[in-house]
């Protein structure tokens, strides 16, 4: 019975500290490919690639937007409501993607 109580606990905690790049495409489908794309964004489009990135940049510059420390009126208001944990999500399904 204990054993069985520690290995749920386990099982449970596990999807909220690995970052999930399947969730982070739902997310992704669901609040940024209108814009950036799931691969790339439309061809001849103002908005950058996020595909292929270094994560620790994607995750830097989400950062920055949700603090306001960068600068760009859809940015702040698109990077404003995620979560750690979102930004987690969403950085391994594009930083996972080949372009
Ligand atoms: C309505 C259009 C729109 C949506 C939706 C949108 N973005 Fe953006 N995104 C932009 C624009 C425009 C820029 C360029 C802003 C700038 O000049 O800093 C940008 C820039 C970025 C950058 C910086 C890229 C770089 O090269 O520095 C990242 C990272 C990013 N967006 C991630 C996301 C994520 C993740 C989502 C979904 C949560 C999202 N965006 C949703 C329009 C959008």
């Known amino acids: 019975m204990r ?17 999930s790049p399947y969730v ?5 489908t669901a609040s940024c490919a209108q ?7 439309a061809e001849g489009s103002i908005f950058p690639k996020l595909s292929g990135r270094d994560p620790e940049y ?6 920055h937007y949700r603090d306001k ?6 940015m702040n208001a698109m990077a404003g409501s995620l ?7 969403i950085v391994s399904f ?6």
């Open 83 to 89: 979560s750690d944990e979102d930004i987690n999500d």
């Open 3 to 19: 054993l069985a109580i520690v290995i749920l606990g386990a099982i449970l905690a596990l999807p909220a500290q690995a970052a």
């Open 58 to 63: 994607l995750k830097k510059a989400l950062r």
């Open 94 to 99: 594009y930083s996972n993607v080949k372009p």
């Open 69 to 74: 420390t960068r600068h760009s009126e859809i």
């Open 35 to 41: 814009c950036h794309g799931l691969r790339a964004p």
């Open 24 to 28: 982070g495409q739902i997310k992704a």
